[in-house]
C-alpha cells in the first residue's frame, strides 16, 4: 500500500475516534468519515507499520445509519466528528465502546446499560471555544481540520447553544471592524488566540473570554466597550496566554468589564462559574447524569461524602442536603474559592472544599483517620492515580461512585478496586456530548 494509492475498502468498525476502520494487507486503515457497513474507494494518506489513514474518494455502497450533514466541516472538524450517524447508532457506538473496553479487560459478566440520551441532540454546549486566524487575509473563527493547525472558517458551531453562536460572531465582527489582529501560529505575533463564550441556559448570563498574546493591545478598550453591549453579556475578561503552546488558557485572567462570573443552575441549586472553573458542558443532561449516580449512591441522613475532583462542587452541594458531611478537593484554586462560596450561596453548612492534587489530599485525610460512606470520584481524562485508590479504600466507604468521561482509564481504575476488596456489575454509559465520540459513563463500586 503506499501514499495517493485509491483502494477499495470494507468499513467494518468506528473507532474510539469515530474513524472507519477497515483491513487491507494486513494493515488497519482509518477512514475519514466512513462507517460501518460501507464500502468506498478510498485515497491511501499516510502509511505507517501497522496501520494507515485514509479518505473516501468514491461511495461504493453507502450505509443506511449515514444522515446527511448541512455541513461537511461539522464532520472534518473535532467539532462534531459523529454528525453523519444517525442520533441512536451514535448511542449505540457509545455503548459498545464500553463493551469492548470490559470484554478486553476479561470482564464480560459486567452489565452495560443502554445509553442515555441526551435531551438536546445539537445546540447543547454552555461553551464555545474557537480559535481566531487570518484566513485568506481576514480575522476568522471556526475549528481546525482534524489532526491539524488549519482553521476552516464557521458561523455555526452546531453543537454550542446557537445564542453562544450569536455572541461569538458578534464579537468577531468587533474585532474585524477595530482592526485587531488574529493570532498568528507560525511568527507568534497577532493578538487574539481564541474566543471563549459560556452562557447559562438558566440564566441568560453570558461571559465572554479574550484569549490574546498581550495583556493590553491599542484597541483593547474600544472592544471590551462594543462585547460589553452584545445582547445578554454580563462579564468581558481578558486571558493572557503570551506563551508558545497548544495549550489554549494562559495562567491569568483580567476583569474588562462587568462580573468576574456566570450564574448557572444545576436542580434547584445555584452555581457561580469562573472563568478557568470546569463546569459540565451539557447543562441539560448533567442533572441526569448526577441523578443517576446519586441514585446509585442510596445515601443516608449520616453519612459523611466525598466529592473528589470536585470542580465548583457541583456533585458533593447537589447531595449534602441529604447526608451528614461533604468534603471535597479540587486542584483549581478558583473552582475550590467557587465550590466554598456557592455553598454559602445556597445555604449550605455541611460541604467544604479544599485545594489541592486528589492523590495528594486523599492520602492526608486517610493518614488523620478520617472515615468515610460514600466517595463520588469524577477525574479528568487520566483517570486515578495508585495512591488515591489506595488512600480512598482506607477511608472504609461502602460505596464508591465513579462517574468518567474516558471509559478506558474507568475499566483499569475498576480493576485496581476490585483488586483492593470492592466489585461493581453494570457501568451506564451517558451521552453528555452528542455528534462526538466522548463517552461519559458511571458505575458503582460497593464493599465486598
Ligand atoms: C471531569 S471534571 C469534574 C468536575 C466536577 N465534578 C463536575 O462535575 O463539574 C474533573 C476536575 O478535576 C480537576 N482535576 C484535575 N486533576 C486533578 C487532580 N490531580 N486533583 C484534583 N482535581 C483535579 C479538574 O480541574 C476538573 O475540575
Given at each position: ?11 467494518t468498525?468506528?473507532?474510539?475516534e ?17 462507517l460501518?457497513?460501507?464500502i468506498?474507494k478510498?485515497r ?7 496501520f ?12 443506511p445509519?449515514r ?19 444517525k442520533?441512536?447508532?451514535q448511542?449505540e ?7 469492548n ?5 476479561h ?5 452495560v446499560?443502554?445509553?442515555l ?9 454552555n ?5 481566531v ?25 452546531f453543537t ?15 474585532l474585524?471592524?477595530?482592526?485587531v489582529?488574529?493570532y ?12 471563549d463564550?459560556?452562557r447559562?441556559?438558566a440564566?441568560?448570563e453570558?461571559?465572554?473570554?479574550l484569549?490574546t ?5 491599542p ?11 452584545i445582547d ?5 475578561i481578558?486571558n ?22 456566570i450564574t ?33 449512591a442510596?445515601?443516608k ?30 486542584v483549581?484554586?478558583p473552582?475550590v474559592e ?12 455541611n460541604?467544604?472544599?479544599v ?5 495528594e ?9 478520617l ?15 495508585p ?11 461502602e460505596?464508591i ?44 463500586l460497593?464493599?465486598k
Amino acid at each position: 500500500m503506499q501514499k495517493n494509492e485509491i483502494v477499495e475498502l470494507e468499513i467494518t468498525d468506528l473507532s474510539y475516534e469515530g474513524m472507519g476502520v477497515a483491513h487491507h494487507e494486513g494493515l488497519t486503515v482509518f477512514v475519514n468519515n466512513a462507517l460501518p457497513g460501507e464500502i468506498v474507494k478510498a485515497r491511501i494518506l499516510k502509511v505507517k507499520k501497522n496501520f494507515a489513514f485514509a479518505k473516501i474518494e468514491e461511495m461504493v455502497k453507502e450505509s443506511p445509519d449515514r444522515i446527511k450533514v448541512d455541513l461537511r466541516q461539522w464532520v472534518q472538524t473535532g467539532l462534531a466528528s459523529l454528525a453523519h450517524l444517525k442520533y441512536d447508532k451514535q448511542l449505540e457506538f457509545k455503548r459498545q465502546q464500553v463493551v469492548n473496553l470490559l470484554q478486553k479487560a476479561h470482564m464480560d459478566d459486567v452489565e452495560v446499560g443502554q445509553t442515555l440520551a441526551s435531551p438536546e441532540e445539537v445546540g447543547y454546549r454552555n461553551k464555545g471555544q474557537v480559535p481566531v486566524r487570518n484566513v485568506n487575509g481576514q480575522l476568522e473563527i471556526g475549528f481546525f481540520r482534524r489532526h491539524s493547525h488549519d482553521l476552516m472558517p464557521l458561523t455555526n458551531f452546531f453543537t454550542t447553544d446557537p445564542e453562544i453562536d450569536r455572541t461569538l460572531l458578534a464579537v468577531r465582527d468587533i474585532l474585524r471592524a477595530n482592526k485587531v489582529p488574529a493570532y498568528d501560529e507560525k511568527n507568534h505575533k497577532g493578538e487574539v488566540r481564541y474566543l471563549d463564550v459560556r452562557r447559562s441556559k438558566a440564566t441568560g448570563e453570558i461571559m465572554v473570554i479574550l484569549v490574546t498574546l498581550d495583556k493590553d493591545f491599542p484597541q483593547l478598550a474600544k472592544v471590551t466597550e462594543e462585547i460589553s453591549k452584545i445582547d445578554g453579556v454580563t462579564s468581558v475578561i481578558l486571558n493572557h496566554n503570551p506563551q508558545k503552546t497548544n495549550v489554549i488558557l494562559g495562567k491569568k485572567d483580567y476583569l474588562l468589564w462587568g462580573k468576574d462570573y456566570i450564574t448557572d443552575k444545576i436542580g434547584d441549586i445555584k452555581f457561580k462559574i469562573s472563568p478557568q472553573s470546569f463546569f459540565q458542558i451539557n447543562s441539560l443532561q448533567t442533572p441526569r447524569l448526577y441523578q443517576l449516580a446519586i441514585d446509585k449512591a442510596e445515601l443516608k441522613p449520616d453519612d459523611v461524602v466525598i466529592d473528589a475532583y470536585s470542580g465548583i462542587g457541583t456533585i458533593g452541594l447537589s447531595v449534602a442536603k441529604h447526608v451528614k458531611e461533604v468534603r471535597g478537593m479540587e486542584v483549581v484554586k478558583p473552582a475550590v474559592e467557587d465550590a466554598n462560596n456557592n455553598a454559602t450561596l445556597n445555604g449550605i453548612d455541611n460541604a467544604h472544599y479544599v485545594v489541592g492534587k486528589a492523590e495528594e489530599i486523599m492520602p492526608k485525610w486517610a493518614a488523620d483517620g478520617l472515615k468515610t460512606d460514600v466517595i463520588f470520584v469524577d477525574p479528568p481524562r487520566k483517570g486515578l492515580t495508585p495512591e488515591f485508590i489506595e488512600a480512598a479504600v482506607k477511608t472504609g466507604p461502602e460505596k464508591i461512585v465513579y462517574i468518567s468521561c474516558n471509559p478506558a482509564t474507568m475499566v483499569r481504575d475498576l480493576e485496581q478496586f476490585k483488586e483492593a476488596g470492592y466489585d461493581f456489575d453494570r457501568i451506564d454509559p451517558v451521552d453528555m456530548f452528542p455528534q462526538t465520540p466522548h463517552v461519559e459513563a458511571v458505575s458503582v463500586l460497593k464493599k465486598k
